[in-house]
């Protein structure tokens, strides 16, 4: 059966235009998902950004008095109340030493981030789909009170774009069956034609001399059938008169 089927495919012209026609369809949804994917990702990563950003730089402000103060109980408050964003995955208030003073991991308090910015401003730390991560300087009245941290994951997003390429695929492999029909359709029409000129040959090969193939049109199966006829018509005449010198001898 596997060998039929891989003869069919390569072997007959039907075969090869579907198998072609089944590549092009392939390649081209391919990079269709590839490129929709990439530019997907860039969008949720640039939003993701975004929203890590003005989160940092909202913390940031609304807790710069209690930096000062070093109010580690108001700062445990609003860093508890950054939990309800979904996408949320630590936050931290920081003094200007980079002391943890709060964090939604509180067993991160008394310890220091060394991976701070040496220059006091908003830095994006770490800007990949995994894991956003924002650091903004807290000012009160121009003065640096400490740092206010966060992170951002991409689960939601991920889901997301996870179903966009779901999509994609099953898009991909609906065009890819629907060509594979398409083409099975033109090459059964193709090789119909092709087959009468084949069927003629056969004749002619079983000894029918009057044999011909009728088929309109002006594609290269007409061509090549009107060309076959003619060939057999100037071997019939060739035949005849060859039969009349033979008898004249």
């Known amino acids: 059966m596997k060998m039929r089927l891989f003869a069919f495919l390569f072997n007959t012209l039907r075969g090869r235009l579907i198998v072609g026609v089944a590549a092009v369809h392939a ?32 913390l ?22 950054q939990l309800r964003y979904p996408e949320i995955l630590f936050v931290i208030l920081a003094d200007e030493e980079g002391r943890v003073l709060a964090c939604n991991d509180r067993s991160r308090q008394g310890l220091y981030l ?7 401003r908003q830095t994006v730390i770490a800007g ?24 951002i994951g991409q689960k939601a997003a991920g889901r997301k774009l996870a179903a966009i390429v779901r999509s994609g695929i099953f898009y991909a492999l609906t065009a890819i069956c629907i060509g ?40 290269e199966a007409a061509v090549m059938a009107r060309e076959f006829n003619h060939m057999l ?3 019939a005449e060739k035949e005849a008169a060859l039969r009349e010198k033979t008898e004249e001898l």
């Not at 990079?31 to 530019?39: E, K, S």
């Not at 995994?130 to 640096?144: E, I, K, N, S």
């Not at 034609?193 to 049109?217: C, D, H, P, S």
């Open 114 to 120: 060394q991976d701070l910015p040496r220059e006091i």
């Open 128 to 151: 990949v789909p995994a894991l956003v991560d924002v650091a903004t300087p807290a000012m009160v009245a121009d003065r640096h009170t400490g740092w206010a941290r966060v992170g």
């Open 60 to 81: 940031a402000v609304s807790a710069a008095g209690w930096l000062a103060a070093a109010d580690i109980a108001g700062l445990q408050e609003i860093v508890e109340a």
């Open 180 to 219: 594979s029909l398409i083409a099975w359709f033109m090459g059964l029409r193709l090789t119909r034609r092709l087959y009468a000129v084949q069927e003629t040959i056969a004749a002619v090969r079983g000894g029918n001399r009057l044999a011909r193939t009728t088929l309109a049109g002006s594609d």
């Open 233 to 235: 018509d100037v071997i």
């Open 27 to 58: 390649v081209m949804m391919a990079l269709c998902i590839v490129d929709l994917t990439a530019r997907q990702r860039s969008m949720l990563l640039e939003h993701q950004i975004k929203e890590a950003t003005a989160l940092s730089h909202t």
